[in-house]
């Protein structure tokens, strides 16, 4: 959809649901400036303490994963990747088997499916969106749905009980991205589906006044309502949705726990929570999204070596502190990937 001024009719620069077509337009970059970027890329995610990412883009394919294998082999992109996989690309990703082509540096994530309402109407379609689920499901992998209104989280929410309601399965772990607008009775009808949510605290900090000022009070009530999630029982992991926003964790982590804007002001402070409960969404919980709790997300006998040593302990320092602490080291793998100073 391209938006019009009301009075002209001409197009006004806002562009809806065309990355497709934007894809297709936008010259690509010249050689090396891709190389280049994913350099400065890694040295500053790793410099924020992220020893693992996942690249949620719904164009992933199989050339991205080839690119993704290259830039890990030469040591230009640090962090351990999960790729997700667009839905165009599934049944071409799973012709060529990328899970025998997974190690511990790069792995297939989930089928990542958009879903908005751009046009005033779901798209896609609620029934074109149930066989979709169901298809992922059947041939078990992992759906990544993301959701932002309490209408799209309520069509995702749906597509996963058509597709469990012909084949339940145990341990599933589809997931809703976002899930920005969700009230108490939602909450519960996703632990009850046991999905994952995968929520972005730092829009609170960067985005707090424009909430604020733009976002309905019916919606706001409900707006990225984390406490109200965790005690549904749903298993929260969080992320930035970087470059919607910066990619640091800290920021995220002490906008979970304040509740405010960047400029102080505060929003549903009822759905604050504790330090670790913070944490453990970037750390157990973002794990435990994508199947590796037994290999990552907290440090103990046997698991891999990513470490991250901080200034100072998010759970002992005051609040208004925790977005000033700094990363003094990374290690990946056991290896130090970054240090302060250096």
């Known amino acids: 959809m391209i938006e019009r001024d009301l009075p002209t009719g001409e197009p006004n620069g806002l562009l809806y649901g065309m990355s497709d077509y934007l894809n297709r337009v936008?010259?690509?970059?010249?050689n090396g400036e891709l190389e280049r970027g994913i350099e400065l890329v890694s040295e500053r995610l790793v410099s924020l303490g992220i020893t693992s990412l996942q690249d949620a883009s719904p164009h992933n394919d199989a050339r991205r994963w080839r690119e993704l294998r290259q830039w890990q082999a030469s040591g230009r992109l640090k962090p351990r990747v999960s790729m997700?996989?667009?839905?165009?690309?599934?049944?071409?990703?799973?012709?060529?088997?990328?899970?025998?082509?997974?190690?511990?540096?790069?792995?297939p994530g989930a089928v990542k499916i958009v879903l908005d309402e751009t046009r005033g109407q779901?798209?896609?379609?609620?029934?074109?969106?149930?066989?979709?689920?169901?298809?992922?499901?059947?041939?078990?992998?992992?759906?990544?749905?993301?959701a932002v209104e309490e209408t799209t989280i309520a069509a995702a929410a749906s597509a996963l009980e058509y597709a469990l309601g012909r084949?339940?399965?145990?341990?599933?772990?589809?997931?809703?991205?976002?899930?920005?607008?969700?009230?108490p009775a939602m909450a519960k009808q996703l632990a009850a589906l046991g999905v994952v949510v995968v929520t972005q605290p730092a829009f609170i900090y960067y985005s707090g006044e424009r909430y604020l000022k733009t976002v309905p009070g019916e919606q706001f009530k409900h707006l990225y309502p984390i406490a109200t999630l965790i005690?549904?029982?749903?298993?929260?992991?969080?992320?930035?949705d970087c470059?919607?926003?910066p990619p640091d964790p800290l920021s995220g982590v002490y906008a979970a726990v304040s509740r405010r804007a960047e400029t102080g002001q505060p929003l549903l402070p009822e759905?604050?929570?504790?330090?670790l409960e913070a944490l453990q969404m970037y750390t157990e919980g973002a794990a435990y999204a994508c199947f590796e709790e037994a290999e990552k997300g907290s440090i103990a006998p046997g698991k891999l070596a990513d470490i991250v040593v901080l200034s100072g302990d998010p759970a002992e320092v005051p609040p208004e502190e925790i977005r000033d602490l700094a990363v003094v080291m990374t290690i990946i793998g056991g290896e130090v990937v970054w240090r302060k100073g250096l």
């Open 231 to 240: 005690r549904a029982g749903i298993k929260l992991a969080a992320g930035s």
């Open 26 to 30: 936008v010259p690509p970059m010249q």
């Open 84 to 107: 997700m996989l667009g839905v165009e690309a599934f049944s071409q990703c799973r012709e060529q088997d990328f899970t025998a082509q997974a190690n511990e540096r790069l792995r």
């Open 167 to 183: 084949l339940p399965r145990a341990d599933h772990r589809h997931r809703v991205e976002h899930c920005s607008v969700c009230p």
């Open 122 to 146: 779901l798209n896609p379609p609620q029934a074109e969106l149930n066989e979709k689920v169901l298809q992922i499901h059947q041939a078990g992998w992992q759906v990544a749905l993301h």
């Open 243 to 245: 470059p919607i926003v």
């Open 271 to 275: 759905e604050r929570i504790a330090p």
